[in-house]
C-alpha cells in the first residue's frame, strides 16, 4: 500500500460517513489519483479543463470527476463533457452558457453556487447576500440541477479565525434548503480547515495536501 492510500484510509476513518471527501488533485498524477481511489475517494476534484483532459485518460479507475476550480464560459462545452458536477457556478453568465450548451445536447448538469462569503475582492463567487436572488433566477434553467452551495473561504494563519465565516455559511446554506428544493450539499473546507468545516455543518469538503502531500 502506498503513501496516499494509507492517508486516504486514515482519512475517511476520521471524517464522519455523511460528509463525503472530494479529492483535490490540481497538478497531480494519473498514479497519484489512482492511489487514492484505491483508498477509497471517489471523487475527483480538478481546477482546470486542460489539465482534466490529460490526466482524466489515464485514470482506468471508477470514479466522479468535479470542476472545483473557475470556469470560464468558453470552456463549458469541454467541461460538460469531463465533469458530472460544476462546484463553482458564480455568475448568471455562466449559468446561461451551462444552459444553452446542455439544452443543445439534452443533458442536465448538476452544480453547486459557489458563495463568496467574505466578499474577497479577488475571488469569484456570488455575495452572500445575493444567493437568493440569484437561486430564484436558476429556477428558470431547466438544463442546471442546483445541489448546494459552494464557498473557498479566505486563507488564515489560524483555522480557527475561518470558523465564524463556515458558521455564517451554514445558517445560509439551512435558509436556502428551506426556500428551494434539491439545496442537499454544502460544499467548505479543506485541507487545513476541513475538521472546523464539518463541525460547522459543511457534508462535503474538498482536500489536497492531506491526501496527496505538499506540491512538488
Request: aromatic fraction near 6%; charge should be positive; proline fraction near 5%.
Amino acid at each position: 500500500m502506498g503513501l496516499i492510500e494509507e492517508r486516504v484510509k486514515k482519512l475517511l476513518k476520521e471524517i464522519p460517513p455523511h460528509v463525503t471527501v472530494v479529492a483535490a488533485a490540481k497538478t497531480r498524477t494519473a498514479e497519484e489519483i489512482e492511489e487514492a481511489i484505491r483508498g477509497g475517494i471517489r471523487i475527483i476534484g480538478e481546477n482546470y479543463v486542460q489539465e482534466t483532459r490529460k490526466v482524466k485518460e489515464k485514470v482506468s479507475l471508477p470514479c466522479e470527476w468535479h470542476m472545483i476550480g473557475h470556469l470560464q464560459t468558453n470552456k463549458v462545452k469541454h467541461a460538460l463533457k469531463l465533469f458530472s458536477m460544476i462546484q463553482t457556478l458564480d455568475s448568471l453568465k455562466l449559468a446561461e452558457a451551462l444552459e444553452k450548451r446542455c439544452r443543445k445536447e439534452g443533458k442536465e448538469i448538476r452544480v453547486l453556487v459557489e458563495v463568496n462569503i467574505a466578499h474577497e475582492p479577488q475571488k469569484f463567487g456570488i455575495p452572500p447576500e445575493d444567493v437568493f436572488d440569484f437561486l430564484e433566477k436558476l429556477r428558470e434553467f431547466h438544463h442546471i440541477r442546483v445541489c448546494g452551495l459552494m464557498t473557498m473561504g479566505p486563507p488564515v494563519p489560524d483555522p480557527e479565525e475561518i470558523r465564524p465565516l463556515f458558521r455564517r455559511m451554514r445558517e445560509l446554506f439551512e435558509r436556502a434548503r428551506e426556500r428551494f428544493s434539491g439545496i442537499e450539499i454544502l460544499s467548505m473546507g479543506m485541507s487545513d480547515t476541513y475538521k472546523i468545516a464539518i463541525e460547522e455543518g459543511s457534508n462535503m469538503v474538498r482536500i489536497g495536501t492531506a491526501i496527496f502531500g505538499r506540491r512538488r
